[in-house]
């Protein structure tokens, strides 16, 4: 499968499977940089860091918190939670990102501005 580049890092797709509703895919994030704050409608994520470490700024349910997520380290992502992903540190961040849900495509994300 292909990597794909948006401005953060990349991302590549390393299993997909419509039926079942699922999807598996690396995020490499850059040093300093972040993903749009966003959430999901038809899917929940877990991600779990490969390499390095990650702020995660998130709204589940009304409930403001942030979490630092480390190496070996996983954390949930609910259907319709805001999150913000953020590299904070100068090192690269890889997550290993498992989707579950109705739709598992990358058109379902609603981003906050």
């Not at 598996?24 to 779990?48: A, C, T």
């Not at 918190?65 to 100068?90: C, F, L, Y």
Request: with cysteine.
């Amino acid at each position: 499968m292909k990597i794909i580049k948006p401005l953060w890092g990349w991302y590549k797709v390393i299993s997909k499977k419509r039926t079942k509703g699922h999807k598996v895919k690396y995020l490499y994030i850059e040093p300093n940089k972040s993903l749009s704050n966003q959430r999901h409608l038809k899917r929940s994520e877990h991600w779990f860091v490969l390499e390095g470490s990650l702020h995660l700024d998130l709204i589940i349910n009304g409930i403001e918190m942030g979490v630092d997520i480390e190496k070996g380290d996983s954390v949930d992502i609910p259907v319709e939670a805001w999150h913000h992903p953020q590299n904070r540190t100068d090192k690269p961040c890889l997550i290993l990102e498992i989707q579950h849900g109705k739709e598992c495509e990358e058109e379902d994300i609603e981003r906050k501005v």
